[in-house]
């Protein structure tokens, strides 16, 4: 088999594996990727067989010889094998036959390289497992859920409307689908949920459908047998860790729509299979799901499949973005300046009113994640005296936004009261109100407040909402 200088390039410069053998398994080829995957040199390996290469395969298991004796093709399969160096490896392979005149003269196999992946993985689950049994023993409640309702706060009616149905789940055992964007808080939501349960003393293990390669997915959660793929072993999948507590999962709309079907089952049947088992248990497990685009939005890009959102859409939350319930930021900055006190060992007081004037002013494409974030920061850059966080202290993006209008007086508001709702009469007068005593106390914010008797951070909200400036 003769190979061109400018293919053998162009192989050598793709980052997957490529291993090409003649018809006797004598290799022939061997690229850069996958010298450096094995841990092996090019100039070692052609001209060995593979059972040379990798002495842990048999002709049963080997996917090059089943190419080359049988014919069989393979597509993104997982193996795991122990090469001539003793090196243990695990790759998504695919195998194909390679012929000429109807005759099988080779085979080639390409390889993606993950068994960083799956140690990492292996070692969550094993010390995962660990922890629950450690905390068994000693009667401690094995749940990793450490968030209650208590810790969730906002005053806004679309959060509190939220919390409301969270707090109902709480009671049963139905499946829960919630629904925010990115930075919502939808696992302290998972999590509050948990810890208001019955199953509170149980386990709770959260899994994000989109930073698990799809290859890994199946035996991740539902669990392996050993001799199910080369290497495999037995193993416990997150299902069986979560027996009897609740099963968190997180971008479902990520899982494979494969894994989808076989979830739905498992739903239905309440039980599950290892793969490459041959019996099926039964499991107590509550799932809650999440994600992060709409679910109407999910099924039309056929991300989603519709039986199985029907069947987890029991109870459904939407937690709204920050953008939605600006009237929570006075009362989060004042819970993270207490939280990063106590992480920073610091004495912060307060926000200033143009700072928080900033921070009501900007979009929060993050939510409360990234005002968390943003308020972190100004506690890495504030100096040790401090104890007011000013504009400067804010992340550019936040203190680089525009100042609200200045606005003097009542004169603002154009309607009339004759052609007003009485929302709107309520609203007019509240304003008029903040005004007048917002004059009578020099603009003085904390004199004002005191005057209203309403908390500093609800009268900076009013301040904001109202447009009404120093």
């Given at each position: 088999m003769r190979w061109s200088a400018h293919f053998e390039a162009i192989l050598n410069m793709v980052n997957v594996g490529v291993h090409v053998v003649d018809k006797q398994g004598m290799t022939v080829y061997y690229n850069e990727t996958m010298a450096i995957i094995d841990g092996l040199e090019q100039n070692h390996v052609i001209g060995k067989t593979i059972f040379?290469?990798?002495?842990?395969?048999?002709?049963?298991?080997?996917?090059?010889?089943l190419a080359l004796k049988k014919g069989i093709e393979t597509v993104e399969v997982m193996q795991t094998y122990v090469n001539m160096k003793g090196k243990h490896i695990t790759t998504i392979n695919s195998t194909y036959p390679l012929?000429?005149?109807?005759?099988?003269?080779?085979?080639?196999?390409?390889?993606?390289?993950i068994t960083r992946v799956v140690r990492m993985y292996d070692q969550t689950l094993e010390l995962r497992k660990q922890l629950f049994d450690t905390k068994k023993k000693e009667r401690i409640s094995p749940s990793t859920a450490v968030y209650h309702f208590s810790d969730l706060i906002g005053d806004s009616t679309n959060f509190r409307?939220?919390?409301?149905?969270?707090?109902?789940?709480?009671?049963?055992?139905?499946?829960?689908?919630?629904?925010?964007?990115?930075?919502?808080?939808?696992?302290?939501v998972a999590q509050s949920i948990?810890?208001?349960?019955?199953?509170?003393?149980?386990?709770?293990i959260a899994l994000?459908?989109?930073a698990v390669p799809k290859e890994l997915m199946e035996g991740l959660m539902f669990g392996t047998t050993k001799g199910a793929f080369t290497g495999a072993v037995d193993k416990q999948g997150i299902f069986e860790q979560a027996n009897g507590g609740t099963l968190f999962l997180d971008e479902l709309n990520s899982l494979d729509l494969l894994l989808q079907a076989k979830l739905l089952r498992v739903l239905q049947d309440r039980k599950i299979r290892r793969i490459g088992g041959k019996t099926e248990k039964e499991m107590d497990v509550?799932?809650?799901t999440a994600m992060n685009?709409?679910?109407e939005q999910a099924l039309q890009q056929k991300v989603l499949r519709s039986d199985l959102y029907f069947r987890l859409n029991v109870l459904h939350i939407e937690l709204p973005t920050l953008k939605e319930r600006k009237a929570d930021i006075p009362i989060l900055v004042e819970h993270f300046i207490r939280k990063f006190n106590d992480t920073f060992m610091t004495n912060v007081k307060n926000i200033s009113d143009d700072a928080l004037q900033h921070l009501l002013q900007y979009d929060w494409p993050g939510n409360i994640r990234e005002l968390s974030h943003a308020i972190e920061r100004a506690f890495n850059i504030i100096d040790y005296h401090y104890e007011t966080i000013e504009k400067d202290h804010l992340p550019t993006s936040v203190s680089e936004r525009s100042h609200f209008p200045q606005v003097e007086g009542p004169t603002r508001f154009i309607a009339t009261t004759a052609n007003m709702s009485l929302p709107h009469l309520i609203e007019k007068f509240e304003r008029d109100t903040i005004i007048r005593v917002f004059n009578e106390c020099n603009r003085n914010i904390s004199k004002t407040a005191n005057a209203l008797g309403v908390k500093r951070q609800a009268l900076q909200y009013k301040l904001h909402k109202y447009q009404i400036r120093k």
């Open positions: 040379q290469l990798y002495p842990s395969l048999t002709v049963e298991t080997s996917t090059i010889n012929y000429e005149d109807g005759e099988i003269i080779g085979a080639v196999e390409t390889a993606k390289d409307h939220a919390i409301a149905i969270a707090k109902k789940a709480a009671r049963t055992t139905s499946p829960v689908l919630i629904y925010g964007a990115t930075g919502t808080g939808k696992e302290l948990h810890n208001a349960s019955s199953r509170r003393p149980q386990p709770f994000n459908c989109a509550r799932i809650i685009i709409p679910p």
